[in-house]
């Protein structure tokens, strides 16, 4: 046998993701063994999620690298922030049609762009050939028993919302019909490739909202998810939706609340209070720079209705963006 | 909007994945939130795997749901074998081509029936429309600071192999060249669709082994992770290689050696040990039933010679599997 053993490109593009240099203390094995090795604090609990990005399916095939190591992660961090969870370590399944190495380099940057902002560190994964698809695993650490749950909801409880949900989803509509000369592309579309998960601001709720969930699929089909978890219904008023101007800029008024109550990929989170608790909101609000706007209230039921200024009922067209329902 | 919400073919092939009856005291939240929560002992560490199988990379086309099930979990437990660790959880992100609900179930039972027999917990996880991919996250646990490394081993340690490598590889030789009618077709092909992670070797290992990897892309590519890992070279003694019935009958006398040294997928453990601890993996492998077979010795350097019986030196034609590697 040769001296030197065979290294493939394959290799060679996973040593990307070995340059992080981000190192925290609680990491005892990261990238290079068979598995990873970390320590959880005794006070504390693991909180784990998952998700897949695949080409063409959850992102348009023009999608920059950077933007999708942004937001392969970012969708995570959403999920932690909607159980108030503190981020701190990441895997990466990244499936790849041909080993491109300028591809994988400008991806891990904006992968660690924003694993590094909320110091989170790439301690393992896998790189393989296939289809272009993106799957990352997110750990986070909770208080014993702290976990912002979607079950909490309760009868007379506040709906809240986070920013100005339907941005992304307008965005991606902009960019779909090649409208980049919009005044408000720019602001749309980032909103649609570098979501800022809302981390501060779930930490902030986990002993104050009754239930969270972050809209991934779009307002009212998340906020469903938590009125099945909690056994309610909700109330939700239309026209107390927070609709930003780049947003009433790019709909027309027939249209106007469509992509805030069903749009996607916004990672606003969604959460409920107890009445007694707005005060505490609004000083969240107000320290955390965070717009949160009061949508709604908790009702008994299962179901949503959504009502005008004047007090009539408002039927939106469909609910949310789902895989499969072609 | 009307009483009931609609719920697409996918959150009823979701479904499938909340049919597993175990239940973990550890596990305080599994599927149905926007992440799974979880407790860690506190004299544990956690060890964390992943892996990615690809249709047509990583598995043939033809390969059965409950095969795939099977596999996608126990190529995740091979690796926390190979750390020394106790498996308690796993998150799947699965992506297919359409929602097929049969596929789906099926699928399913394979991952349970390996899941519940190891005590392992279902707790999260995605499906998404897209190319068939299956990404397995396995976490387990492990003594503070007694994780298995790769990086241990030292010149003068034995190394030994688990059972029969090459098998597996026999086992896709005969499934793409269609000799379903041969002897030795059943066991080698079982040999490949459904692994037997050795969890309870790594775990009697993980104070005994200097150094430790399973064998996914080839033993001599595996072991030469252990060697770049550990900054040392190894002898191989060709010779000494165990060899089952169903391989010989499997292989020509020209190419004996060439699966067992190069063939991937075996998912054996791969590890070495002092000379001064023979004795205990002689009781090991006698307590545990498991074939364990001396193959070769730590040297220095940083390359592997292989040996045959009268030192004569033999050359491999390759290292071992490379994705990407065309």
Redesign the interface.
């Given at each position: 046998?040769?001296?030197t053993?065979?290294q493939?490109?394959?290799e060679l593009?996973r040593d990307y993701f070995q340059r992080q240099s981000l190192q925290r203390a609680d990491v005892?094995?990261g990238i290079?063994?068979?598995?990873?090795?970390?320590?959880?604090p005794?006070d504390k609990?693991?909180?784990?999620?998952?998700?897949?990005?695949?080409?063409?399916?959850?992102f348009p095939l023009q999608t920059s690298a950077y933007d999708l190591g942004w937001k392969s992660l970012a969708v995570n961090l959403s999920?932690?922030a909607?159980?108030g969870?503190e981020p701190a370590?990441l895997?990466?399944?990244l499936?790849l049609p041909?080993?491109d190495a300028e591809w994988v380099k400008t991806f891990s940057l904006g992968l660690f762009a924003l694993a590094s902002a909320y110091n989170i560190q790439l301690?393992?994964?896998?790189?393989?050939?296939?289809?272009l698809?993106i799957?990352v695993?997110a750990?986070?650490l909770?208080e014993?028993?702290g976990?912002l749950?979607?079950?909490g909801a309760e009868v007379g409880d506040l709906i809240y919302v986070s920013g100005f949900p339907g941005e992304a989803a307008l965005g991606l509509i902009l960019l779909q019909s090649n409208l980049q000369h919009h005044p408000s592309y720019e602001h749309l579309l980032a909103r649609l490739n570098r979501p800022e998960p809302r981390l501060g601001l779930g930490r902030s709720l986990h002993d104050i909202a009754s239930a969270?969930?972050?809209i991934s699929d779009g307002l009212l089909?998340d906020l469903?998810h938590i009125l099945d978890?909690s056994g309610v219904g909700a109330e939700v008023l239309i026209d107390g939706l927070p609709l930003s101007e780049d947003y009433r800029a790019a709909v027309d008024d027939k249209q106007l609340y469509r992509a805030a109550l069903s749009g996607g990929d916004d990672y606003e989170l969604l959460f409920t209070v107890p009445k007694t608790k707005q005060a505490e909101i609004d000083k969240i609000a107000e320290d955390s720079k965070c717009l949160l706007t009061c949508i709604g209230e908790i009702t008994e039921g299962n179901?949503?209705?959504?009502l005008d200024a004047q007090g009539n009922e408002y039927?939106?067209e469909?609910?949310g963006f789902?895989?499969?329902?072609e």
């Open positions: 046998m040769s001296n053993h065979p493939g490109e394959f593009i005892h094995m290079g063994d068979d598995g990873a090795v970390v320590s959880v005794v609990q693991l909180v784990l999620v998952m998700d897949t990005m695949v080409a063409g399916i959850h999920d932690l909607a159980m969870a370590w895997t990466l399944a499936t041909h080993s301690i393992g994964g896998d790189t393989t050939r296939g289809p698809s799957t695993q750990h986070g909770v014993k028993g976990a749950l979607r079950s969270c969930i972050d089909a469903q978890a179901t949503i209705r959504c039927t939106p469909h609910l789902e895989h499969f329902a």
